[in-house]
C-alpha cells in the first residue's frame, strides 16, 4: 500500500444558495481543489463523490455522471464514483478515494462531496434526513432524526453524563469558530443563553441545537504521497483512513450514549496511525446535533465518558484554549450541513490547519488532525488522520 | 398506491409487535429478523416467530415539535424509547400522556392506533403506540 | 345449546369537552342545552383514533379476560359502525388482524346507525347456535360525527365495546333475542356526505320511542316478564333524556338503568353505545343478575335481549383488563379549538 497525500482542497461557501445549482457548486469546489493542486486537469484518473440523496433533493440520480460531465473529466472519460452513507457520504467518499490512490489503482483522485438541499421545503428536508435512522421502524413511527438524538440527550443527563447547558455549549463553540470562517454559514458569535432559549425542535434540543438547511460542496485532490512534490509545495499526509459500522436503528443498541461506531472507527484509525487521541491537535466533529459533538469527543477518546461537556462549556474546545481545538470550521452547526459535501469539508479544515492556513482560525503548530463523519445515528463512522509535513 | 404492499407486509409488526427468535443463542428480534447477527451461520434454520411483551418502561423520550406531515395534527407530540418487560427495546410513540408528566421509568403498554395516511383516499396505516400504563 | 356472551371488553378515548365550550363557539347557552339532553361532556378521539383503533383496544381487552381462548377458534369477526374509516374495505379485518384470528375466519362491517353493534351480536349468535363457528366476535363501536354548529355535535361522541359470543364458559347467557324493523327516516348520512342529517323532533316518537317500546314489548311478552323481572336495563342513548323516559314508559326504575346509562357522561357513542352501557352493567353483575337490553338504529329498528348472568362470571378473569369505571377516569379536558384540531377540522396545507 501507498502513502497517500492530500495536495490540492476547495470549498465553497456554505448556505442557502439559491442562485446556484447543485452542478454549479459541485464544479466550483472541484475547480478550486484543481487549482489549489496546480493540475491542468488531466491528470486526473478517478473521481469519487460524496452525495447523499440528490435523487430526493433535487431529482437527479446518477449525479457521477452529471460531475465527471460538467468537471470536463468525461471527455478523456474519467471513471466517476457516487458514494452514498447518509451522513458519512463525504466521509466514505474521502475514503474510498485514499484507498484507489494506495493500492496503485488510480494515482491522481479528484474526491467531492456535494448537497443542494434549499431547492425543497423544510418538511420534506427533514423527512429525507428522518430516512437516514430506521425509515420503516423509527421514522415511519413518528420517531424523527432529531427526536433521535434528543432522546441521547435526555439519556445523558439522567445518567448524569452530561447537563443541558455543557450539550447546548457545543453549539457556542461551533459559532465561535464560525465568526472566524469566510465560508461558514453563520458568522456569528453566540452565547450559551441563545441555544437554551432557541424554539424547540425535539426537546430538550432546540433550534439552535440543530444543524442548518445548507448547499455546498468541497474537494480535495489525492496522490500517492511520494508524487506531491512534482504537483505543490503544500500537502499533507493521509495517516489514516478506518470506517466503522453499527446498527441502523439505535434501538438496535446496548448503550445509546456513545456509538460504537465512532470507538470502533478511532480505534482502528490510531493504529493506523501510530498515534493515541492525545496526539491530536485539531479535530473536525459531526455535530449534526450538539450532542453528537459530545459523543464523538468522548468516543474518540479526547475525553473520559461525562467529561467531555465540561470541556467545551469551559471553552477548552476553542482554538488555543486546550488540548485539542475542535471544530474550527465552524463544524455543522456553524459553517452549515451541505449532507454529502459534510465529510470532505472536514478533510479541507483539517488539511488548511496542518498547511497553516487556516488564518484566523489556525491552530499553531499542529502536527496531527482529525475528521470524523457520522451518518445516520452512528450507523457509518469514518476517522481520518492527517500528518503535517 | 406504491406503498400499499410495503406497509401490507409489516402487519405482523406493527400490529401486534410480532418479532423473531434465535433459538440458537435466545436473542430475540424486534424488528424481525431472519438472520441471527451473532449466530450468523449457526442460526440459520433456527428461527421462530416471537411475540414481544406489549408492556415496558420508557428508556428515554423526547417531545418533538417539529413534526413529519403526518404528524401535524398531533404535534406537539411525544416519542419514546421503550425498553419492554422482556428486554426488547422499541421506539415509537407515546400517546394520551400529559406532556409534563412524561418521565424514564414510566410503564407504558401498546395500543394500536392510526400511523399516517396516504393523503384523503389512500391507505391509512395503522400501527403501535405506546400509552401510560396505571 | 346455551348461547351467550363469553368475555367483553369496552373503550372510551380519553378526551372530553363540555357542552359549555360547544355553545361558546356557537353563542348558544350549551350548559342549558347539556342540561336539556343530560349530557354533561362527552368523549373525543385523539387525532389518531378510529373505529378501527377503538375497536381494536375493546377487542383486546376482551381477550387478555380469556386468556385461554385460542384466538385462532374465533370463526367470525363483526364490527358495526356508521364511522368505518373506509368506504369499501372492512375494519373487521384490521381487528381481526389485532388479535391474531385471522385467516381461518369470516368478517364484515356492519351498519345500522347505532344498533350495528347490537346487529352484530345477533349474527354471531346465530353462527354460534348453529355450531357454524366456535366463537364469534361482535363489536359496536364509533367515531360520530355531528355538523359543526349542529345541535349533534353536542352529543356526537367517540366509543366502543366488543363481545366474545359462544357457547362454552358463558357468562351472560342469552335467553332471546328479537328486533322490530321499519322503514323510518329519522337520521341518515348519504354516501360521501361527512355529517349526517335528521329529522328533527322526527326522531322521536315515530322513530326512537315507537321502535324500543315495540321491541321491548314483544320481548315482555315473549318471556312473560315485566320490568320487575329484571335487575337492569339498558337502552339506546342518544342523550340521557330519551333512556330515561322509556325506561320509564315501560316501568324500569331510575336504579335499574343506572349503570347502563353512560351518555350523560361520555355522549352518544352511536354503534358503541348499548354495547358499552351492558359492559358497564357486566362490570358490576353479579350470577342471577337478569339484563334487559334494548338497542335502537335509525332508519330504524331495534334489536332486544333478555340476558342471564351466569356462575361462570365468579371464574371470569374480568380483572384481566380496566373495568370500564377505570377506562372513563381521569379525562383531558379540551378546548373548542383542541377539538376543532382532533377532529380535523382545520384545513392544513398539502
Redesign the interface.
Known amino acids: 500500500m501507498r502513502d497517500v497525500a492530500i495536495i490540492g482542497v476547495g470549498v465553497t461557501k456554505f448556505g442557502e444558495l439559491w442562485n446556484k445549482s447543485f452542478r454549479a457548486i459541485g464544479i466550483e469546489a472541484g475547480m478550486k481543489a484543481m487549482e489549489d493542486a496546480n493540475l491542468s486537469g488531466n491528470e486526473v484518473d478517478g473521481i469519487f463523490v460524496g452525495n447523499m440523496s440528490a435523487g430526493r433533493f433535487i431529482n437527479q440520480q446518477h449525479i457521477d455522471a452529471l460531475i465527471a460531465d460538467y468537471s470536463g473529466m468525461a471527455t478523456n472519460h474519467v471513471p466517476a464514483t457516487r458514494v452514498e452513507a447518509g451522513d458519512a457520504s463525504g466521509g466514505v467518499a474521502f475514503r474510498q478515494a485514499v484507498m484507489a490512490v494506495a493500492s496503485g489503482m488510480n494515482d491522481v483522485v479528484l474526491v467531492g462531496g456535494a448537497e443542494k438541499m434549499t431547492d425543497l421545503d423544510d418538511t420534506s428536508i427533514n423527512a429525507i434526513m428522518d430516512s437516514t435512522a430506521d425509515a420503516e421502524w423509527e421514522a415511519g413511527m413518528g420517531v424523527t432524526f432529531a427526536g433521535l438524538h434528543a432522546m441521547i440527550a435526555q439519556r445523558m443527563i439522567h445518567d448524569g453524563t452530561a447537563t443541558r447547558e455543557e450539550i447546548a455549549s457545543f453549539a457556542v463553540n461551533s459559532h465561535f469558530h464560525g465568526a472566524l470562517n469566510p465560508n461558514a454559514q453563520f458568522r456569528k458569535a453566540i452565547t450559551l443563553d441563545t441555544v437554551l432559549r432557541s424554539g424547540p425542535v425535539a426537546t430538550p434540543l432546540g433550534m439552535f441545537d440543530c444543524a442548518p438547511i445548507s448547499d455546498g460542496a468541497a474537494s480535495v485532490v489525492l496522490c500517492p504521497l511520494e508524487d506531491a512534490k512534482k504537483y505543490t509545495d503544500s500537502y499533507v499526509k493521509v495517516s489514516a483512513v478506518a470506517q466503522a459500522s453499527d446498527t441502523l436503528s439505535l434501538s438496535q443498541r446496548e448503550d445509546i450514549t456513545t456509538y460504537g461506531a465512532t470507538v470502533a472507527a478511532a480505534q482502528r484509525a490510531y493504529q493506523q496511525a501510530g498515534i493515541t487521541a492525545q496526539d491530536i491537535q485539531v479535530a473536525e466533529v459531526h455535530d449534526n446535533y450538539t450532542v453528537a459533538g459530545i459523543m464523538a469527543l468522548q468516543d474518540l477518546g479526547f475525553y473520559k465518558r461525562g467529561e467531555a461537556g465540561k470541556a467545551v462549556l469551559e471553552g477548552r474546545c476553542q482554538v488555543g484554549a486546550g488540548p485539542v481545538a475542535v471544530n474550527t470550521s465552524g463544524g455543522l452547526k456553524a459553517r452549515g450541513h451541505p449532507i454529502g459535501a459534510t465529510g470532505v469539508a472536514q478533510i479541507v479544515e483539517i488539511a488548511e490547519q496542518l498547511r497553516g492556513s487556516a488564518d484566523k482560525r489556525q491552530v499553531e503548530n499542529a502536527k496531527y488532525g482529525l475528521a470524523q463523519s457520522s451518518g445516520g445515528m452512528g450507523s457509518a463512522v469514518t476517522v481520518s488522520i492527517m500528518e503535517a509535513i | 398506491m406504491s406503498t400499499v404492499a410495503r406497509e401490507w407486509r409489516e402487519i405482523p409488526g406493527r400490529y401486534n409487535l410480532e418479532g423473531t427468535k434465535c433459538e440458537n443463542c435466545g436473542s430475540i428480534f424486534f424488528p424481525a429478523r431472519d438472520f441471527c447477527p451473532k449466530c450468523r451461520r449457526a442460526g440459520i434454520g433456527k428461527i421462530s416467530r416471537y411475540d414481544v411483551c406489549r408492556r415496558g418502561k420508557v428508556f428515554s423520550f423526547s417531545i418533538v415539535h417539529d413534526a413529519p406531515d403526518f404528524n401535524n395534527m398531533l404535534k406537539p407530540y411525544v416519542v419514546a424509547m421503550v425498553q419492554t418487560d422482556d428486554g426488547v427495546m422499541v421506539s415509537a410513540q407515546l400517546v394520551d400522556v400529559d406532556l409534563d408528566k412524561v418521565a424514564i421509568g414510566m410503564p407504558v403498554r401498546a395500543v394500536l392506533r392510526k400511523l399516517s395516511a396516504d393523503g384523503a383516499s389512500g391507505v391509512i396505516r395503522y400501527g403501535y403506540k405506546f400509552v401510560p400504563d396505571e | 345449546m346455551d348461547v351467550g356472551i363469553v368475555s367483553y371488553g369496552a373503550y372510551v378515548p ?1 378526551y372530553r369537552i363540555k357542552p359549555e365550550e360547544i355553545g361558546r363557539i356557537w353563542g348558544v347557552d350549551g350548559k342549558g342545552m347539556g342540561k336539556g339532553l343530560m349530557i354533561y361532556q362527552k368523549s373525543v378521539p ?5 373505529v ?2 377503538i375497536a ?2 375493546a377487542a ?1 381487552y376482551m381477550m387478555d379476560r380469556v386468556p385461554e381462548v385460542d384466538p385462532k377458534d374465533i370463526g367470525a369477526v363483526y364490527v358495526g359502525s356508521e364511522s368505518h ?2 368506504a369499501v374495505k372492512p375494519t373487521a379485518t ?1 381487528v381481526a ?2 388479535i ?1 384470528a385471522t385467516p381461518a375466519m369470516t368478517a364484515a362491517d356492519m351498519e345500522f346507525a347505532c344498533k350495528a353493534g347490537t346487529a352484530g351480536i345477533q349474527a354471531c349468535m346465530g353462527l354460534v347456535g348453529s355450531g357454524m363457528v366456535r366463537y364469534g366476535v361482535a363489536i359496536g363501536a364509533d367515531t360520530s360525527q355531528g355538523a359543526p354548529g349542529d345541535a349533534l355535535e353536542y352529543s356526537a361522541s367517540a366509543g366502543g365495546a366488543a363481545y366474545l359470543i359462544g357457547s362454552e364458559k358463558v357468562i351472560a347467557k342469552i335467553n332471546k333475542t328479537l328486533s322490530f324493523t321499519t322503514d323510518t327516516p329519522d337520521f341518515w348520512r348519504r354516501e360521501g356526505q361527512p355529517y349526517p342529517l335528521h329529522g328533527g323532533r322526527f326522531t322521536g316518537e315515530p322513530a326512537y320511542f315507537r321502535h324500543i317500546t315495540s321491541a321491548a314489548k314483544m320481548m315482555f311478552e315473549a318471556m312473560g316478564t315485566t320490568a320487575a323481572d329484571y335487575k337492569y336495563a339498558v337502552f339506546h342513548q342518544p342523550n340521557g333524556k330519551f333512556p330515561t323516559r322509556v325506561a320509564a314508559q315501560l316501568g324500569f326504575t331510575p336504579e335499574q338503568i343506572e349503570y347502563g346509562l353512560l351518555t350523560p357522561n361520555i355522549g352518544n357513542t352511536y354503534s358503541g353505545a348499548v354495547p358499552l352501557g351492558l359492559a358497564n352493567v357486566l362490570d358490576h353483575a353479579e350470577p342471577g343478575d337478569r339484563v334487559f337490553v334494548t338497542s335502537y338504529g335509525s332508519g330504524a329498528g331495534s334489536d332486544a335481549f333478555d340476558i342471564t348472568v351466569t356462575d361462570e362470571i365468579l371464574n371470569y378473569r374480568r380483572d384481566n383488563a380496566p373495568l370500564l369505571e377505570k377506562v372513563m377516569a ?1 379525562p ?1 379536558y379540551i378546548d373548542y379549538g383542541t377539538y376543532a ?2 377532529k ?1 377540522k ?1 384545513l ?1 396545507s398539502e
Not at chain 3, 385523539?46 to 378510529?50: A, K, T, V
Request: net charge negative; proline share 8%; glycine share 4%.
Open positions: 380519553r385523539s387525532p389518531d383514533e378510529d378501527v383503533t381494536t383496544e383486546r374509516p373506509y384490521i388482524e389485532a391474531r381521569d383531558v384540531k382532533f380535523g382545520i392544513m
